[in-house]
């Protein structure tokens, strides 16, 4: 193993299960958050993921167990960050929070430590140099439901060192992942630069009126043959996280549409605790949303 300590940042939605993912490869993992109710939520997430890893990957009990007893939770990044190889950033797609969060971390962290960023749309060159390591800085960006739509894109900036970036590519294999390696800097990156436009047209419909989120997907996946719809896989990736993003776009942009397209996600869900699949409920209820009925294509 290049790396045998790492630390996940932000134990949200993904950041459970890029955590436990690793830990499940074999990895020591320390957990930082802001507080112990972040921390115990995030826990909470990881014992749902247990779950999941036995009925999808037909991991056993005592495999999953193993794999939370390599995880240890901290709101003190001093003591998280102590012993990392590496660190995985997944905390809120917001720039100001993110910025303090790599000022602090600079201070506390080991010389040798790599840090990486899981975010979907901000690119590293916006916070390579607040690092105080833009050579060992780079993006490591994973898909939501990290156990199965398994891909890994690594993303360099102009001062990433390539050792670095060729290492995090074998970390990424390492911990079970395809490893997609980007050679320059994309806002969105691969996925994101096809699946965002993609749901920005849906909520835009939803938004404007001209139909609801259930008759989009229905329009999407039968005349696509996709499983899923856009407001389904809004539902995967978190409200919350979808909320932030469009926010941003909407601040730096001046956009209108995009700025009554957030406080649509916010009026309509966040504000009523409908936060997506992991929160059992979104655009749809869980564990047996609609679009899974074998009736839902046939009128």
Known sequence: MLYKNIMVAGIGVLGSQIAFQIAFKGFQVSVYDINDEALDSGKNKIVVLMERYQEDLGATRKEVNAAFQRISFSCSLLKAVSEADLVIEAIPEVVNIKTKFYTELSKVAPEKTIFLT??????????????????????????????????????????????????????????????????????????????????EAAMLLWLNKVADPQTIDKAWMKATSSPLGPFAILDIIGITTSYNIELAKASETGDQQLKKMANLLKTELIDKGKLGKLTGEGFYKYPNPKYMNSSFLKG
């Open 118 to 199: 899981n975010s979907s749309v901000l690119l590293p060159s916006q916070f390579a140099e607040v690092t105080g390591r833009p050579e060992k800085f780079l993006a490591l960006h994973f898909a939501n439901e990290i156990w199965i739509n398994n891909t890994a894109e690594i993303m360099k900036h102009p001062g990433t060192n390539m050792k670095v970036f060729d290492d995090v590519i074998t970390f990424a294999k390492d911990i079970g992942m395809i490893a997609l390696p980007l050679y320059k800097e994309q806002p969105g990156y691969i996925l994101n630069s096809l699946l965002g436009p993609f749901l």
